[in-house]
Each structure stands twice: as structure tokens, then as C-alpha cells.
């Protein structure tokens, strides 16, 4: 009756140890598989422990039989969930969750067995009351349930080293409250333990704290830790965190496929692996960052975890694939690229059609005054002069939007684009001085600089008759100006029309100044200053 009394007490005490851990998932109202599986393998140890109290008032062979029959089911079940549990806590591929639904399938034999027992004896082979013994089927499926632990404690173990991190507290209590009784449980079978006390049950008891421990310190089973976990390992981004010792804790599923990451433990690897794919030295305290793998683009951003004194305890970087965005800027660039080619063959459309046009115009007229009797000469070579300065200009005008359309390398700097109006031109005679050194401070005025001397120029072919013309570009620290200067006729009075108002608008947009200076007989000055100063670059 002492033995008994004992051995009641340690089963009660199991009993309650597992109903407490059952208790307290119910009570967190977690309705996901991971929780749903837990419940059924602490209910399949419930089952058990109250056969085993059942043992203790039996007396006929059927109430023997029937508390048994209630413990074997328990444990039937317990292998096979235990591992369904590790597979859903290791976050196992869905075809492995689904195959390891079939492990049920041995339960269900086991209980068959059991059931018929009577017909084989292979499961006990002696069965009476107060005695038992087992059968080589009963050793047989204690294998089986063994094999499905263990399988269980190493897909816990796979799952942190998959992901390259130490294995958590979580993870260590929840190993232990099935190692635990599973050490003791085979002691006991094994006769290493020769003691009528139900040891295993109670041991089952005592790792309901364990389990305990992990649900309410360590959030085994929150749904804000299971959630907040599937979210960051099904993201479309890489998550690596580093400890404060620099070694690797975690990285999420994406991470996994990256294969230039492949063998990254430590901090310093991460950064020699990424400097190389960069092409230039990464600090470590890097901030942000983008590198290119083969045809991929990646943005790199670390983040420095620091507890309450300031002290730093963990790096989490980020890693995110940018390749569709450089492929959108690529196609906005041809895009624009395109868009610019249509403009620059509107242009030409516009600017040939306008000059053949006045040419035809004059052609006509030219045409009419010879067929009068009292034609003027006079007239006659000036609209002859006219048509030759409207064919030049239009000429030049049609190699300058030709240059465009070949090559847009000229756009680079103020001083390519000059030039390339230059050359576009054949029948005068330019000449080009440069002073002071061009950087990048003055390339917002490119496409300005770029219209204002092709008009100028353009001009001058088409009213100066000059047959040189002098440009002059300075780049001083606080503006650019550019100088244009043709020795043609020059004019006694100055009218702004279209080119010389365009000119000016566009100067003045960039908060400069135009000055069109002549004297008859002295040729045409055109002096445009540009302030660096008050255009943010």
C-alpha cells in the first residue's frame, strides 16, 4: 500500500504537470497547426499517465486489459506526433510535413496489434492480472517510437544549422522534456532501473515545466514569435543577424538560396564576400550599400541593435534583389532615349521646312523679278545673298541634329557640346579658346550652352556674311560665360526675334545674363554669363 501511495503521488504529480502545459496553450488561444500538434502529443502523454493510475486500482484481467489498452494508444501516438511537431517547429518543406502525416499510419498498426492480441501474442506475450510481459511486436514498435524522437531532436538540430545559428533556449528546453523521459523510460525497460515505481510518467511530469518554461519565458508557441518568424523566412528579402560576438544567429530561407552566402559565419566573411562582389572595399559599419552578383543586383542595409546602456548586441542586414529596378531605369533610359530622337527629328523636320521653305519663297520671286523687263540687279543679288545664308544655315542646322542623332556622347560636358556645334560647321572659318578647367559643377548648363552657340552660330551663317567667328568659353569659380564674336556685317540696331529671345529665355532661366552687342560694318558679339553659385547641382 506504501508503493502504491508513492506511486500514485508521482503519477498525480505528472498528470498534473501535463494538464498544467496543456492549460496554459489553451489559454493563449493559438489555433495554428504547430500548437494544434503540440496539444495532441501532451494529450497522447496524458493518456498515458492515466493508464498508468488505472494500473494502480485494477485487479481483473479486464480492468488490466482496459488501462492498458488506454496507455498503449498514448504512447502509439506519441512518436509519430512528437515528430510531426519537430518537423512543423524546424519549419521543414511543406512535402516533408505532409509525408510524415502517413507516421500515423504506425499508430494505427500498433493499436491493431494491440487489439489482437489475443490471436498472436506477439505484442504481450504473457497477459494476465498482475502480470505482464512483452512480446518481440512490443520491442519492435518501441523502436519505431524511438527512431521518431530521434529523428525529432535532429530536425530541431537541421534547422539551426540550415540557418547557420546557434541553437536557442526554446529549442534546448523542448529537446530536453522529450530526451528526459525518453532516458529514463529506457533504463527502465532495459532493467538498468529495477523499481515498481512508474518512474517515466512522473518524469513526463517534471518536463511539463520544462515545457512550461519555454511557453511562457522563451514564447514557445506565441503566435507573435510563430508569426513574426514565417513572416521574415517567407519574405521576398535576405535577413542575417550576427551576435555580439559576430558569429552568424539567424538567416531566414532566402538568404539560404543566395550562393554567394553560402559559407558566411562571421561578420569579417560577410563583408571580404561582399566587398569582392562590389568591386571595392565595404566598411563594416556600413550603412547602405548595393553590389552586383552576376546579373543581379543587390541593396545591402545594416542596422546596430543596442541594449539600454548603449552597449551593442547584434547587426541585422538585409539583403534585397534590385535587378528589376535597374532593369526599369534601363528601359526608362531607352525610353528617353527614344523620345529624344523623336524631338531631334521633329527639330529637323521643323528647322529644314522652315529654311526650304523661305527658300523656295525667294526661288519664286527671284523667278518673277527676272521675268521683268526692268529688273532690279540690286534686289536680285540680295535675295541670291539671302538664299545663299538660308541654305548654309540650314545645313548646319541639319549636321547638328544629325550629330544628335548619332551619338549623344557630346551631351557629357559643356566643352564637348561646344564642340560639336563647331564641328557641324563647313563653309566659315571657327576658332575655339577655352579658359579654365571644366568639372562637374557646371554640367547643368549643358543643354543650354549646347542650343545657345548653335543658334548663335546659326545666325551668323545666315545674316553676318562673316567668314570667321571667334568663341571664347570660360569656366570661372563662380560662372561660366561663353563668348561668341563673327567679323560679318554686323547691324546698326538690335531686334530680339525668335532665336535671340530663346537665347535669352534660357539664359535667364538659369538665373544668367545676355548681351547682344554690334556696330555695323564690325560684326555680331553675343556674351552669355552663367552663375555657378545659385544653382544647386
Not at 504537470?17 to 496543456?22: D, K, T
Not at 532501473?193 to 514564447?219: D, E, H, K, Q
Not at 566587398?275 to 553590389?291: H, L, Q, R
Not at 529671345?501 to 564690325?522: D, N, P, Q
Request: a neutral charge; charged letters at 20%; one cysteine or more.
Amino acid at each position: 500500500m506504501k508503493i502504491s501511495i508513492i506511486s500514485m503521488i508521482l503519477l498525480a504529480s505528472g498528470l498534473c504537470g501535463m494538464i498544467g502545459s496543456l492549460a496554459w496553450v489553451l489559454s493563449r488561444g493559438n489555433r495554428n497547426r504547430l500548437t494544434r500538434l503540440f496539444i495532441s502529443c501532451q494529450t497522447s502523454i496524458v493518456l498515458w499517465i492515466v493508464s498508468e493510475m488505472l494500473i494502480q486500482f485494477s485487479e481483473t484481467k479486464p480492468q488490466y486489459w482496459i488501462s492498458y489498452l488506454i496507455g498503449n494508444v498514448g504512447i502509439s501516438c506519441f512518436g509519430p506526433l512528437w515528430l510531426m511537431v519537430t518537423a512543423e517547429y524546424a519549419g521543414a518543406s511543406l512535402k516533408t510535413r505532409n509525408s510524415l502525416n502517413l507516421t500515423m499510419l504506425i499508430s494505427l498498426a500498433s493499436v491493431l496489434v494491440i487489439f489482437t492480441n489475443e490471436k498472436h501474442h506477439l505484442y504481450y506475450s504473457v497477459f494476465e492480472a498482475g502480470k505482464v510481459e512483452y512480446g518481440p511486436l512490443f520491442y519492435t514498435f518501441q523502436i519505431i517510437y524511438y527512431v521518431c524522437i530521434i529523428a525529432g531532436f535532429i530536425m530541431i538540430g537541421l534547422k539551426h544549422k540550415r540557418r547557420h545559428e546557434r541553437i536557442n533556449k526554446q529549442s534546448v528546453l523542448l529537446i530536453l522534456s522529450t530526451a528526459i523521459p525518453l532516458a529514463v523510460n529506457t533504463l527502465f525497460i532495459t532493467g538498468i532501473i529495477n523499481t515498481p515505481l512508474p518512474l517515466t510518467p512522473f518524469i513526463f511530469g517534471l518536463s511539463s515545466l520544462l515545457l512550461m518554461l519555454a511557453l511562457g519565458r522563451y514564447g514557445l508557441l506565441n503566435i507573435n514569435t510563430i508569426a513574426m518568424r514565417d513572416t521574415i523566412d517567407n519574405i521576398d528579402s535576405g535577413v542575417i543577424i550576427f551576435d555580439a560576438d559576430q558569429n552568424i544567429s539567424y538567416q531566414n530561407k532566402y538568404t539560404e538560396g543566395l550562393t554567394f552566402l553560402k559559407d558566411i559565419r562571421t561578420v569579417p566573411q560577410f563583408i571580404r564576400t561582399v566587398s569582392e562582389a562590389a568591386g571595392y572595399e565595404i566598411p563594416a559599419g556600413f550603412s547602405s550599400s548595393e553590389i552586383k552578383c552576376g546579373n543581379e543586383y543587390y541593396s545591402l542595409k545594416q542596422n546596430e541593435i543596442e541594449n539600454s546602456s548603449g552597449n551593442p548586441v547584434a547587426r541585422i542586414i538585409t539583403i534585397t534583389n534590385v535587378t528589376e529596378y535597374h532593369e526599369y531605369m534601363a528601359a526608362e533610359k531607352k525610353l528617353s532615349l527614344e523620345q529624344e530622337r523623336n524631338r531631334i527629328a521633329q527639330e529637323m523636320h521643323d528647322s529644314a521646312g522652315h529654311t526650304f521653305t523661305m527658300i523656295s519663297a525667294l526661288a519664286r520671286m527671284l523667278q518673277s523679278d527676272v521675268r521683268t523687263e526692268n529688273q532690279d540687279n540690286s534686289e536680285v543679288l540680295d535675295k541670291l545673298s539671302e538664299i545663299d545664308g538660308l541654305s548654309r544655315s540650314g545645313v548646319t542646322q541639319l549636321r547638328c541634329t544629325i550629330n544628335n542623332l548619332r551619338d549623344q556622347a557630346f551631351m557629357s560636358s559643356v566643352t564637348n557640346a561646344v564642340q560639336s556645334v563647331i564641328t557641324a560647321v563647313r563653309s566659315i572659318e571657327t576658332e575655339l579658346c577655352i579658359q579654365g578647367e571644366e568639372d562637374e559643377r557646371y554640367q547643368f548648363c549643358i543643354s543650354e550652352m549646347y542650343d545657345n552657340c548653335r543658334e548663335t552660330i546659326t545666325n551668323a551663317m545666315r545674316y553676318s556674311n562673316a567668314d570667321k567667328i571667334d568663341i571664347i568659353l570660360k569656366f570661372l569659380p563662380e560662372r561660366i560665360e561663353l563668348h561668341i564674336l563673327d567679323n560679318g556685317c554686323g547691324c546698326k540696331a538690335i531686334e530680339e526675334h525668335n532665336g535671340l529671345r530663346g537665347i535669352r529665355s534660357r539664359t535667364e532661366k538659369l538665373g544668367g545674363t545676355v548681351r547682344f552687342m554690334s556696330v555695323a560694318g564690325e560684326g555680331f558679339h553675343t556674351s552669355i554669363q552663367i552663375p555657378v553659385r545659385e544653382v544647386k547641382i
